[in-house]
T-cell receptor, first 117, second 113 residues
Framework: NAGVMQNPRHLVRRRGQEARLRCSPM?????VYWYRQLPEEGLKFMVYLQKENIIDESGMPKERFSAEFPKEGPSILRIQQVVRGDSAAYFC???????????????FGPGTRLTVL | SQELEQSPQSLIVQEGKNLTINCTSSKTLYGLYWYKQKYGEGLIFLMMLQKGGEEKSHEKITAKLDEKKQQSSLHITASQPSHAGIYLCGAEGSGGSNYKLTFGKGTLLTVNP
């Protein structure tokens, strides 16, 4: 049973370009969570999505960042006009049910390491 | 907002030694997760604790949540090089946002053979 998959694993962008990060949840999981890990900091929640719906985007910057989880295909985290401060590891997690409680553990992917030059 | 403090920040032990990592919360913990992270890899789920006084074990790793539900510890017995990595504690959010995990900064464990 494949785990959470993310690609690309490493992404280099120049300032002003767009970054698209993809996340394929585990089979049977319809809840996806994105987290960002800045250097020397803990993981921070960004957004929670179900299929075709954004449930909570309270941790996502209001500008330049967007996320989607279409009916078909992976979840996408999109960062427009990247700046150096966007350099970080972006992790996606998935759960079969809304996470909260022992039965709904979030399982994490390997992350995408974004470097903005 | 909830904050999690982990101690120590880093730890170097000799293979075969026991060790303990602590995670202290500024607020009551409703659900506490322990993950292990290796560089370049994702987080591997270890254990989840919910009840005050709860203790869980998996192989040589034991996690405990104190009665007051504000502190958790992770204990590794007879450490091995395979235990090396970054250990992260994560807390569920409250008020209907329990999916929103808050993480500590991690404890870097090195096990010397």
């Amino acid at each position: 049973n494949a785990g959470v998959m993310q690609n690309p694993r490493h992404l280099v962008r120049r300032r002003g370009q767009e970054a698209r990060l993809r996340c394929s949840p585990m089979k049977g999981h319809s809840h996806v969570y994105w987290y960002r890990q800045l250097p020397e900091e803990g993981l921070k929640f960004m957004v929670y999505l179900q299929k075709e719906n954004i449930i909570d985007e309270s941790g996502m910057p209001k500008e330049r960042f967007s996320a989607e989880f279409p009916k078909e295909g992976p979840s996408i985290l999109r960062i427009q006009q990247v700046v150096r401060g966007d350099s970080a590891a972006y992790f996606c997690a998935s759960s079969p049910l809304p996470s909260g409680g022992a039965a709904d553990t979030q399982y994490f992917g390997p992350g995408t390491r974004l470097t903005v030059l | 907002s909830q904050e999690l403090e982990q101690s120590p920040q880093s730890l170097i032990v000799q293979e075969g030694k026991n060790l303990t990592i602590n995670c202290t919360s500024s607020k009551t913990l409703y659900g506490l997760y322990w993950y292990k992270q290796k560089y370049g890899e994702g987080l591997i789920f270890l254990m989840m604790l919910q009840k005050g006084g709860e203790e869980k074990s998996h192989e040589k790793i034991t996690a405990k949540l104190d009665e007051k539900k504000q502190q958790s510890s992770l204990h590794i017995t007879a450490s091995q090089p395979s235990h090396a990595g970054i250990y992260l504690c994560g807390a569920e959010g409250s008020g209907g946002s329990n999916y929103k995990l808050t993480f500590g900064k991690g404890t870097l464990l090195t096990v010397n053979p």
